[in-house]
């Protein structure tokens, strides 16, 4: 009982040498994302890792890669929502839950199936359909992830646009899409990149949910740190609590 505990304690520890920052950060807008966007690495073990892939891997595997997503953010992947799950892959989201969310999370999980060559791009997704609080178990493989500075009003939770009517209506249709994709520069723009080690928990919250674009690098443009990071496949296990 006392090395779980241990363990336990350990896995709530982020890792700010996973964060590389680029470009002029303003010191407030660097402090927020320090504390709203974090990582911890090995926050499953090696076990824990395979009852996850083992119990989501049969429906998986039936479903085919889909690289022509409706609203154009993924490429090369397969998804599922699942609500029960083994008592022990249980355990490991009531941790996450513990670890990473003030109260309740939503009673679906989303499981992402990315193909080794698969991408996710730039993209925020709709506070419509998930809160202030996104965060991702990465199973499989490592991974590079960018987040990208981006409008800070827009993507707030409840936010609207009252500047004219038309700007009020393209507001409420871009709230009805699953994920937003606004257009950002790494040119004269800051950003982080974060390497998200396999069996690592990502925690993106507030400032960082809202205010920044995030993606998953493609192997071209995968450096961390001037080093390549071979992203094969990755399956990642999200949660997040309600709007």
């Known amino acids: 009982m006392a090395k779980k505990i241990a363990s336990h304690v350990a896995a709530k520890k982020s890792d700010s ?4 920052f680029h470009g002029l950060w ?9 504390q709203h966007m974090r990582i911890i690495p090995d926050f499953i073990s090696e076990e824990e ?5 083992e119990e989501v891997e049969p429906y ?3 479903l ?18 699942r609500k029960k799950w083994y008592p022990t892959n249980r355990d490991v ?18 499981v992402l199936d990315l193909a080794a060559d698969g991408v996710i791009k730039p993209h925020v997704d709709s506070t419509r359909y998930c809160g202030n609080t996104i965060s991702g178990i990465s199973l499989l493989s490592d991974s590079v992830m960018r987040l990208v500075r981006t409008d800070a009003e827009k ?9 004219s009517k038309e700007a009020n209506v393209n507001a409420e249709a871009d709230d009805a899409s699953y994920r937003h994709q606004p257009k950002t520069k790494l040119e004269n723009n800051f950003y982080a990149d974060l390497l998200l080690p396999r ?45």
Request: charged share 30%.
């Open 17 to 20: 040498r996973l964060t590389c």
């Open 26 to 34: 303003p010191a407030a807008e660097q402090r927020d994302f320090e």
């Open 49 to 53: 890792e395979k009852q996850l892939h």
């Open 60 to 62: 998986m595997s039936r």
């Open 64 to 81: 085919r890669y889909e690289f022509d997503h409706w609203d154009d953010a993924i490429h090369g992947f397969r998804e599922t929502e």
């Open 93 to 110: 989201l009531e941790r996450v839950r513990q670890v990473a969310f003030d109260g309740v999370i939503m009673p679906y999980v989303h």
């Open 155 to 163: 993507y707030q939770q409840g936010s609207t646009n009252t500047v």
């Open 199 to 243: 069996r690592s928990l990502y925690i993106m919250s507030h400032t960082a949910r809202y205010n920044f674009t995030h993606e998953i690098l493609a192997n071209e443009l995968s450096l961390f740190l001037g080093k390549p990071i071979k992203k094969t496949r990755r399956i990642s296990i999200i949660c997040r609590n309600e709007p």
